[in-house]
């Protein structure tokens, strides 16, 4: 238990430090924005209870939030994404993950398994985070666009971060 608090809080600190630090100082155009701290919800055991996802959800959008100068975008954002995780979880459900000992990683369920789960929740996340932050619907071709590109490279980094940290199978 304590080895697992410890493992995510270090992740959580890693993660916001890459996101704060770096990915929310790149700047190719309005169209490429990389959110790589939703990993972070992503991880997270799959004996974490509902109300303990939404307050890390709602903790891990503030603090980006507070680095980003959006008033609240990422927090509204990661806060539907750990609303949703539960749901999404059984939508794809796989028959190992009631085991103890397993994770929501490429590692214990598989790249295909992973990508899948990534694909829906980071789709969550940032089709609300952009529609949040437009507020117009004058606008939704572009808006749409922004958050298929920024969906894109944030899978890819995701996908990269399991690849480099975590031994894969499949």
Same mark, same amino acid.
């Given at each position: 238990m304590i080895k697992t608090i410890r493992k995510n809080l270090l992740r959580f600190v890693f993660l916001m430090l890459i996101q704060v630090m770096i990915l929310n100082n790149i700047q /190719?155009?309005?169209y490429l924005n990389a959110y790589i701290?939703? *990993?972070f919800i992503l991880l997270l055991p799959f004996e974490s209870p509902?109300?303990?996802l939404l307050i890390l959800g709602f903790i891990t959008g503030f603090v980006v939030d507070l680095f980003s100068?959006?008033?609240g975008i990422h927090a509204a954002a990661t806060t *539907?994404?750990?609303f949703c995780r539960p749901g999404i979880l059984k939508i /794809?459900?796989?028959r190992k993950e009631y085991e103890p000992g397993i994770n929501p990683n490429a590692k214990d369920l598989g790249f295909k398994w992973f990508f899948n789960y990534s694909l829906m929740l980071v789709t969550i996340h940032h089709l609300c985070?952009?529609?949040i932050e437009s507020f117009n619907f004058a606008e939704i071709l572009d808006t749409l666009l922004r958050t298929l590109v920024s969906i894109s490279f944030t899978m890819f980094l995701i996908m990269i971060?399991? /690849?480099l940290f975590v031994k894969i199978k499949d």
């Amino acid at each position: 238990m304590i080895k697992t608090i410890r493992k995510n809080l270090l992740r959580f600190v890693f993660l916001m430090l890459i996101q704060v630090m770096i990915l929310n100082n790149i700047q /190719i155009s309005s169209y490429l924005n990389a959110y790589i701290y939703v *990993l972070f919800i992503l991880l997270l055991p799959f004996e974490s209870p509902k109300w303990l996802l939404l307050i890390l959800g709602f903790i891990t959008g503030f603090v980006v939030d507070l680095f980003s100068d959006t008033v609240g975008i990422h927090a509204a954002a990661t806060t *539907l994404t750990a609303f949703c995780r539960p749901g999404i979880l059984k939508i /794809i459900s796989s028959r190992k993950e009631y085991e103890p000992g397993i994770n929501p990683n490429a590692k214990d369920l598989g790249f295909k398994w992973f990508f899948n789960y990534s694909l829906m929740l980071v789709t969550i996340h940032h089709l609300c985070f952009f529609l949040i932050e437009s507020f117009n619907f004058a606008e939704i071709l572009d808006t749409l666009l922004r958050t298929l590109v920024s969906i894109s490279f944030t899978m890819f980094l995701i996908m990269i971060s399991q /690849i480099l940290f975590v031994k894969i199978k499949d």
